[in-house]
């Protein structure tokens, strides 16, 4: 057992995280072209026509699953800067700065196709809808966190003022889930429920997970790729960097 968790620790330090990155990245990117093609497809040529929304429902395969991976991301942003704080680990803080943008992306996403679902449904682009305005606080936080970091040139003081940044801005993630039923809202409520099932049809729920698994398999790839980069500028001046192959040549 002590030796496993050995194992597994060798892996925070950036030295033996970058060649592990390097080979999941094309692994992840695959499952995430295939899984988000298929889904792709499920949504457009095989999921049923609403007989309430009409075709316009279809935009909730990409809506939905964005807005899960939006608030999924941020909270392992958080739990990778709590580890950065309490443990003081580069690794850390690097994981948690390259899961910013693709978790930004996700959010604006999210609104994005939100805004194209709620015109024909609510005959509005945008409402100050409770979860709405939650979700645009949540992207606010992405773009302060990666806002932050950047203007500050000291890395470790870049990462801790990040850290707490995204450890006080996860109090918006349980907002964003229980708005529908804290207050009165136009936003629909959940229809796929951990402990109430699914009140989707079987094709329309498979379609949707999915899109959510490819979205999954994406952000670990594109995440896993961004932080090889961060590792590189970081680690820039240390011997096992100015050794790599891609780097000598």
Do not use: C
């Amino acid at each position: 057992m002590n030796s496993r968790l050995i194992n597994w620790f060798k892996f925070s330090s950036p030295a033996t995280y970058y060649p592990l990155a390097g080979r999941l990245v094309p692994l992840f990117s695959v499952i995430a072209l295939v899984l988000i093609g298929v889904g792709l497809y499920m949504s457009f040529f095989i999921a049923p026509t609403d007989y309430k929304q009409g075709e316009g429902y279809r935009i909730i395969f990409v809506h939905v699953p964005a807005a899960w991976m939006s608030m999924f991301i941020y909270v392992v942003m958080a739990v990778w800067s709590g580890l950065g704080l309490v443990f003081n680990t580069r690794l850390s803080a690097m994981m948690a700065k390259a899961l910013a943008p693709t978790g930004a992306m996700f959010a604006f996403l999210a609104l994005w196709t939100g805004a194209f679902w709620g015109k024909p449904m609510w005959g509005a682009w945008w409402v100050w809808d409770a979860r709405l305005t939650s979700e645009l606080i949540l992207l606010f936080l992405y773009i302060g966190f990666i806002a932050l970091q950047g203007a500050i040139d000291d890395p470790r003081r870049a990462d801790r003022a990040g850290a707490i940044l995204a450890l006080v801005g996860v109090v918006n993630i349980p907002i964003i889930y229980f708005s529908v039923k804290w207050w009165n809202t136009l936003h629909q409520g959940a229809s796929v429920s951990i402990t109430k099932g699914s009140s989707m049809g079987q094709v329309m729920l498979w379609t949707m997970l999915i899109m959510t698994l490819g979205f999954w398999a994406y952000s670990i790839a594109v995440s896993l790729a961004r932080v090889r980069s961060i590792i590189l500028e970081r680690e820039r001046d240390t011997t096992w960097v100015s050794e790599l192959p891609e780097v000598r040549g």
